[in-house]
């Protein structure tokens, strides 16, 4: 049999503890637990998780990360249409939380899972945005200051104190691209808006660094362009959606993004990557869907709720690709 150390010219590296880095390709023996390791490389995936207790659709509110996510609001069918129900993530499964003062669906969301806010939406049928905003304790939801402009189905971004909300649709029919800004009380107004207005929009990044991506204009359709704001104005990004799709999840910063699901115009499962200038294509989600949600970074994201044919509360767990270090077995 050949040895290891005639197949790569040196010996195995006994070590107390594994190395903070490790390469593709390095072997060590950990003298501590005993085992034999290697680095390797993991391929970028979505792995299912543990379902929503309330299967729903229409863009449910989210914040939060992998491990401890947010998810709140959305659409149920009738009777009622809306719920306020609120529900938090553990890493494998959803609990109950204190419910929003407003039930409604196609809101959005920012912040953590203790400290997050809730704004616009439709509260029923028919079609009536509105610019309710409710601040999350990590128990309880409070009423906050009112958008400036009600709306639905609008992107957002940022924190509980320092929120960034743009695009979305004014019922019936006006699809806005204004933008407005939170301050932990209030919304101020941004006289620069979207350069391309839209509605169902992915979002990321934080209050003075976000990311508009996607979305839908009744009259050009669906959209791939990705626009940049930098605390006073939008630009737009050369580098556009490979999927032109709406009603998508978003995740991560403005540099590191994740754009996943959406409908373009079917079901659509396909996750990208952004770096800041362009958009790359990954590994799908396992269960294609719009009206989707998410939370988390771009290495670690959580995709949450949505429709396939009907509602669902299908939770899956993103993981980016990278190095990690693999426990070899000998059989």
Known sequence: MAEYINIRGQSIEVVASDPANPTIGQIWYNSTSNTLKGGGFQVAAWATSGNMGTARQKNIGSAGTQTAALGFGGYIGAPTYSTNATEEYDGSSWSGGGNLGTARYYLAGSGTQTAALGFGGNPGIPPSGVG????????????????????????GCGTQTAALAFG???????????????????WVSNPTGLNTVR???????????????????????????????????????????????????????????????????????????????TWSTSNPLNTARNEISGA?????????????????????EWTGAGLTTKTVTVS
């Open 132 to 155: 309710a905003t409710e601040e999350y304790d990590g128990s309880a939801w409070t009423g906050g200051g009112n958008l400036g402009t009600s709306r639905q189905s609008l992107g």
């Open 168 to 186: 979305g649709r004014n019922p019936p029919v006006t699809v806005l691209g204004s933008t407005e800004e939170y301050n932990g009380a209030t």
């Open 199 to 277: 509605q169902a929009p992915g979002g990321a990044g934080t209050q003075t660094a976000g990311l508009a991506f996607g979305g839908d204009d009744p009259s050009p359709g669906l959209l791939s362009a990705t626009e940049q704001y930098d605390g006073t104005s939008w630009t737009t990004s050369p580098g556009s959606l490979n999927t032109a799709r709406g009603f998508l999840a978003g995740c991560g910063t403005q540099t590191a993004a994740l754009a996943f699901g959406g409908a373009a115009p079917s079901n659509t499962g396909a996750t990208e990557e952004y770096d800041g200038l």
């Open 296 to 316: 988390g970074t771009q290495t670690a994201a959580l995709a949450f709720g949505g429709i396939t044919t009907v509602s669902t509360g299908a939770t899956e």
